[in-house]
């Protein structure tokens, strides 16, 4: 009994750390891929990796008008290398498709195309370019 406890707990031990092996980082990461809309202030975007592989996205919005806090967090899934993940804010009632690796996150549609859109420039590039990719680093 103690061996096949054993060999579990071993197995188990494998399978944990080939799932984290895989994971380009753990923890925290900012980005900024789109452009925030005059008044009511940039969302700030965030992804938390997780030791298990679970990903969360998040925001936390400030209106700049009457200083409301908005904000939340959801579940996109577990990670996988170039997996796309569809990441829908209830509040905000936004939907779009990402996928990152360990500098950068890309903004894509549905088949992991990275989206090339004018809210995507910032105010710098938005004078030379129509459209910008949509890609942003993720910052610790």
Known sequence: MKKIFSLMILCISMFTFAQQAKL???????????????GTGTP?????????????????????ANQKETKEEINAGKYAPNKVMKVHFKKG???FFVKFDKNKIFMTDEKGNVLNLEGCCSAKESMDKDTCNCESELYQ
């Open 93 to 95: 009632e936004e939907t």
């Open 44 to 64: 700030h975007y965030y992804l938390d990796v997780k030791k298990n592989g679970d990903v969360f996205f998040g925001y936390v919005q400030v209106n700049q």
């Open 24 to 38: 380009p980082f753990t923890g925290h990461r900012s980005f900024d891929i789109m452009e925030g809309y005059s």
